[in-house]
């Protein structure tokens, strides 16, 4: 068993940003184009490299940022590549199967484990979750719970990153994530997490995986096509699919939760944002539809509180708990099924719910704030 003491403890401001290395690269005789090199790859490969400050960072404008945006639309266009490596039944039902599978683990590892601890596993789980999550190419798992914890205290307010309420559908849905302002990861949101330097690192490093991913389908299909020719596929084929197609698609449908699912669905809970419930999106997501009863109960692992609402994710994790991967599943408080609350819902207990819900949500939980919580 880990014991806190033993843990890596909570960086301080910067601490997670050595630039010492840079100042070697700066050294007589290393001036001029090595040392230029030497910064753009610190600045492209380490998250934790801003020479400049992390709080002068944050601080910046929150706008679209070229460096940031321009990796998105190539992503895209490499897509057009399907052109080139045609298709197969296989590179097809390897991308909606990888599709569901990572759309998985942002929903029930980056989401409900990371960012709000519904459940509980051991420390060694926990590193296999982080590493399927960077499988999505959606940053690390700390710089993700970060912003999410952020997002549950502020929702639809003027200091929410990505409110399409407040900035449109668009800013909501793309903009925020290429702004420069939100690139760092903020340490002080998740010090439960960062007492594990093997988070820290791949959070810092988030890039490793996904590169390993990608080569290890190319390779794959390059063995496929010279071992069960009749399947079709091969190493471009199957990393365009596999990769590049199935990674664009989850990146949209993983940020429908940000930006339609708090304009497009029904309102079960009165919260003080304008979370939406919406079975569409709870398909494609495999659960995260479920928007408003998730912001007015964020710490249970179920987002479908009825058997209509159909929760994947949810079920998965049961059987992950059969199977003892997974323990100690947070339920769905009796207050959620004990009344029918509207917008429209005043009364005095109404009222007083409301502002305990809105004080809860932009504080971090009990679980979220503890860094002596053990994790075996």
Known sequence: MTTASSRTPLPKEGALSPNSASSLAMAPGRQGVFAAIWRWLKDTL????????????????????????????LLHVAC??????????????????????RMFAITAFYH???????????RLMQWVFAIWGLTAVQKGPLWWAAHHRQHHRLSDSEQDLHSPI?????????????CRANMPTDYQQVPDWCRFPELVFFNRFDWIVPALFGSCLWLTGDWLA???PALGTNGPQLFVWG????????????????????LWGKRRYHTPDQSRNNGILALITLGEGWHNNHH???????????????????YVLRLMAVFGLVWNLHPVPALAYATVETDSA??????????????ALRRPSDRERSVSQEVV
Request: proline fraction near 5%; glycine fraction near 8%.
């Open 112 to 122: 409900r484990y990371f960012s709000h601890r519904t459940y509980e596993t051991s």
């Open 243 to 262: 990769f590049l197609i199935s990674t664009v698609v989850l990146f949209h449908g993983t940020c429908t939760i940000n930006s339609l699912s708090h």
């Open 166 to 178: 407040q900035r449109g559908f668009w800013w909501s849905h793309l903009g925020w994530i290429t």
């Open 80 to 101: 057009l590549g399907v052109f080139f490596v045609g298709w197969s039944w296989f590179a097809v039902g390897a991308a909606l199967l990888l599709y569901c599978a």
């Open 346 to 359: 005043t009364s005095p207990r109404r009222a007083m719910e409301d502002r305990s819900t809105e004080s």
């Open 226 to 228: 010279s071992t069960w």
């Open 296 to 314: 007015r109960f964020p710490g249970c692992v179920r987002q479908g509180f009825y058997w209509w609402e159909i929760d994947i994710s949810y």
């Open 46 to 73: 380490d998250n934790d490299y801003y020479p400049e400050g992390l709080s002068a960072v944050r601080q910046g404008p929150k706008t679209y940022h070229p460096s940031h945006l321009v990796p998105f639309i």
